[in-house]
């Protein structure tokens, strides 16, 4: 083993990896910080996870920075599908690869903890840490898969720089990753499903990447939620069932690109005057399924604004709900939702629906602009302060 390449199966801890891996890693972190001692000798180290089933007992605390933790593999397998099957024929039943099961006998909710403390705030702040290629499995759940079992994959509590999180699976979690105080924080490849919420942004944060994942069935919480965030891309995501991106305070954003399906109203939400952002080249499916949404009506819109200078432009909508299940009943859904806010600039997006739908604005909106993205009997304004081309 060279001094800053660990494997968890032959480092010599007081546990074995199999029996408590959150223990070994920890053991880990403190043979790193024992032989980088200096502010020039901290290069960080690599801990690799081979494939295996892993319990983890004790949360692991991350207080270094430059540490990548990396596995071979995001081993997902859907455990809701599992629990509803008789799987006495199936040839597997768990999550494979590097797969970690989640059991926080210590009375902690995380299984990673990043952290460092110090004041002011730039010295406790954590530079390049990366998760990479293992799965990370709540083990239980209680339908309809909320999950309510408290646990969190992933907790970043310092302010941090240049992290990145690829290639990992999540399951089972109440919440999957929760980041807070990022720059330049980078969620790409990850495969996340039946978690409570998915990606949660907190805080602040700035320039943060969210691409090429697979986010599905948030159905307690949120698919991407993020407050405060400065310049937040999310790009080419697949996001299914109880698809939900909420965007509150957040400015200059840009949601683009994305394959967008759910069974509830609410897919993207600029809140609390977020403003300056671009919704554009989306697929937006809205179907009937399983569950039904506790949060939001069908009033709320596939698209919910409030906030001024916001672009909706290029997205394709295609609703397909029976009457039956439109809530209120007998309302015409929304598709886009101006809530409040100036100069929001709607154009060239295209609807089809086997219902009559709207887009609404509401009377605290103002001088919103729509171009190609409603016919005139799609339009139900509150105000009298927007402008029109209606779609011939």
């Known amino acids: 083993m060279a001094d800053t390449v660990y494997d968890v199966t032959t480092f010599p801890g007081s546990v074995s990896p199999y029996t408590d891996i959150g223990k070994v890693i920890n053991e880990i972190i403190a043979d790193i910080k024992s032989r980088q001692t200096t502010q020039n000798t901290?290069?960080?180290?690599?801990?690799?996870?081979?494939?295996?089933?892993?319990?983890?007992?004790?949360?692991v605390h991350i207080d270094v920075s430059f540490l990548t933790i990396k596995g071979s593999g995001h081993?997902?397998?859907?455990?809701?599908?599992?629990?509803?099957?008789?799987?006495?024929?199936?040839?597997?039943?768990?999550?494979?690869?590097?797969?970690?099961?989640?059991?926080?006998?210590?009375?902690?909710?995380?299984?990673?903890?990043?952290?460092?403390?110090?004041?002011?705030?730039d010295?406790?702040?954590?530079?390049?840490?990366v998760f990479q290629d293992f799965c990370l499995d709540g083990v239980s759940s209680s339908k309809p898969y909320t999950p309510g079992n408290s646990k969190i994959g992933i907790s970043v509590q310092s302010d941090n720089d240049a992290f990145r999180f690829e290639g990992m699976g999540f399951v089972y979690l109440e919440h999957a990753m929760v980041v807070g105080g990022a720059d330049?924080?980078?969620?790409?490849?990850?495969?996340?499903?039946?978690?409570?919420?998915?990606?949660?942004?907190?805080?602040?944060?700035?320039?943060?990447?969210?691409?090429?994942?697979?986010?599905?069935?948030?159905?307690?919480?949120?698919?991407?939620?993020?407050?405060?965030?400065?310049?937040?891309?999310?790009?080419?995501?697949?996001?299914?069932?109880?698809?939900?991106?909420?965007?509150?305070?957040?400015?200059?954003?840009?949601i683009s690109a994305n394959k967008l399906q759910s069974n509830f109203p609410s897919m993207i939400a600029l809140l609390s005057g977020s403003s300056g952002?671009?919704?554009?080249?989306?697929?937006?499916r809205r179907v009937y399924g399983d569950g039904t949404s506790t949060r939001f009506d069908d009033l709320y819109g596939?698209?919910?604004?409030?906030?001024?200078?916001?672009?909706?432009?290029?997205?394709?909508?295609?609703?397909?709900?029976?009457?039956?299940?439109?809530?209120?009943?007998?309302?015409?859904?929304?598709?886009?939702?101006?809530?409040?806010?100036?100069?929001?600039?709607?154009?060239?997006?295209?609807?089809?629906?086997?219902?009559?739908?709207?887009?609404?604005?509401?009377?605290?909106?103002?001088?919103?602009?729509?171009?190609?993205?409603?016919?005139?009997?799609?339009?139900?304004?509150y105000t009298d302060n927007y402008s029109l081309v209606a779609t011939p």
Request: proline share 3%.
């Open 42 to 59: 901290r290069p960080g180290a690599v801990i690799y996870i081979p494939p295996g089933h892993y319990d983890l007992l004790t949360r």
């Open 75 to 121: 081993g997902f397998l859907s455990e809701a599908i599992r629990d509803d099957s008789s799987t006495g024929s199936w040839i597997e039943v768990q999550p494979g690869s590097s797969h970690i099961r989640v059991k926080n006998t210590d009375g902690k909710n995380e299984a990673f903890l990043v952290q460092r403390s110090g004041s002011p705030a």
């Open 123 to 129: 010295v406790g702040r954590l530079n390049s840490i």
């Open 184 to 254: 330049a924080c980078n969620f790409t490849n990850n495969f996340i499903a039946e978690c409570g919420s998915c990606i949660e942004l907190t805080g602040a944060s700035q320039v943060a990447k969210i691409t090429n994942n697979y986010l599905i069935s948030a159905w307690a919480g949120y698919s991407v939620f993020a407050e405060n965030a400065e310049g937040v891309l999310i790009s080419g995501n697949t996001i299914l069932w109880a698809c939900n991106i909420t965007l509150t305070n957040s400015n200059r954003s840009t």
């Open 277 to 284: 952002s671009l919704i554009s080249g989306n697929h937006f």
């Open 302 to 381: 596939l698209v919910h604004i409030n906030g001024d200078d916001n672009a909706v432009t290029a997205n394709q909508f295609s609703f397909s709900v029976p009457a039956a299940n439109i809530t209120p009943s007998g309302a015409d859904p929304a598709i886009i939702l101006v809530a409040g806010g100036a100069r929001n600039f709607l154009a060239t997006n295209n609807i089809t629906s086997n219902l009559g739908v709207k887009v609404v604005l509401d009377a605290s909106s103002t001088e919103t602009k729509i171009l190609y993205s409603a016919q005139s009997s799609e339009l139900q304004a």
